[in-house]
């Protein structure tokens, strides 16, 4: 502010004394008005500097490793073998969770909104009960399907319930849980919102550990969150494609609700990471599982990512260290 007043007081003067100084003075102004202008310009990039520095997990970590569907490269996703796997072994940031709800409006986890892919089941979650989903299997196609993983105790395992994840784990652990557009599962989020509350995840202690993150694609299921809670940490997904195609103006609405994006990784390059980052956004790429990509990517500047593998990109930090 106070280089803007010394600007308008310099162009002033320049403009009232026009018509009699000398070239000398109009020269001496000009330069005055010049340097005025730079030492302007030198402080605004300062002060996006500074904001580009401030940007950090809020779990503090300079490189925050989330568990895809927990340790799910090893285990069956979304089982308490992949989540053990991810948090007790591998020491992972987060666990990843995502939401579906079903017929009898309890809370599971499970990636798709069908039973068919990673259980015996079949239809959609939302056409079954709570009792009936509990009675699938949801480990032993990940043995079929992933020989040099399988493991006897994998098979029977059970699709988790959000309450049965938090009783599990508590406060020892960190949450990025995904949420669904309103319209496909209307109540989710007040739902949500109440687990989290009952297993005292959201009290500020809580929160400023970063113990509980909450991601969706749906802008409208964030801002729902928000209007709620607005000390929730969120993260705006972004489908492939999606990211090069953002104006500053985007970038800028997102930033009115969220502290983060989290864009299908093969979208970033370096320069885009340092635009997501000076519009004060944290970068979690999905879903990387490859050595060359992890350290590729952490050279961009990202601040964690989605991973199938976590030990391996726990050992990716370790070695930028």
């Not at 310009?41 to 503090?60: D, E, F, L, M, V």
């Not at 928000?226 to 997904?237: G, M, S, T, V």
């Amino acid at each position: 502010m106070k280089y803007t007043k010394r600007l308008f007081v310099s162009g002033f003067s320049i403009l009232a004394l026009s018509s009699f100084t000398t070239p000398d003075i109009q020269a001496n102004s000009n330069n005055a008005n010049q340097q005025a202008t730079q030492q302007v310009n030198q402080s605004s990039q300062a002060t996006q500097n500074k904001a580009y520095r401030a940007i950090h997990n809020p779990t503090g970590e300079k490189y925050t490793t989330i568990a895809h569907r927990g340790a799910s490269g090893y285990a069956p996703e979304h089982t308490f073998a992949a989540y053990d796997k991810s948090h007790n072994e591998m020491g992972a940031s987060y666990i990843e969770l995502d939401l579906q709800m079903t017929k009898d409006g309890h809370l599971v986890v499970m990636h798709d909104e069908t039973l068919d892919r990673t259980t015996n089941g079949t239809g959609r979650v939302d056409e079954h009960t709570l009792k009936e989903i509990k009675e699938l299997d949801a480990g032993s196609k990940f043995n079929a399907n992933n020989p040099q993983y399988a493991d006897p105790s994998y098979d029977g395992q059970k699709v988790p319930t959000l309450d049965e994840v938090l009783e599990r784990y508590g406060s020892n652990a960190n949450y990025y849980i995904e949420t669904k557009s309103p319209d496909v599962y209307p109540g989710m989020e007040e739902k949500l919102l109440a687990s989290l509350d009952k297993h005292h995840l959201l009290t500020q202690n809580s929160l400023s550990n970063g113990h509980v993150l909450i991601q969706s694609f749906s802008q409208a299921s964030l801002q729902k969150v928000q209007a709620q809670n607005a000390n929730i940490p969120l993260i705006r997904l972004l489908d492939k494609g999606e990211l090069p195609n953002l104006t500053q103006a985007d970038l800028n609405a997102i930033r009115s609700y969220a502290i983060g994006v989290g864009p299908e990784y093969t979208d970033l390059t370096k320069d885009n990471v340092k635009n997501l980052k000076k519009a004060g956004l944290l970068v979690h790429p999905f879903t990387v599982n490859t050595k060359a990509d992890m350290e590729r990517l952490n050279k961009y500047g990202v601040n964690g990512v989605f991973t199938n593998y976590p030990d391996v990109y726990e050992q990716v930090i370790a070695n930028d260290k």
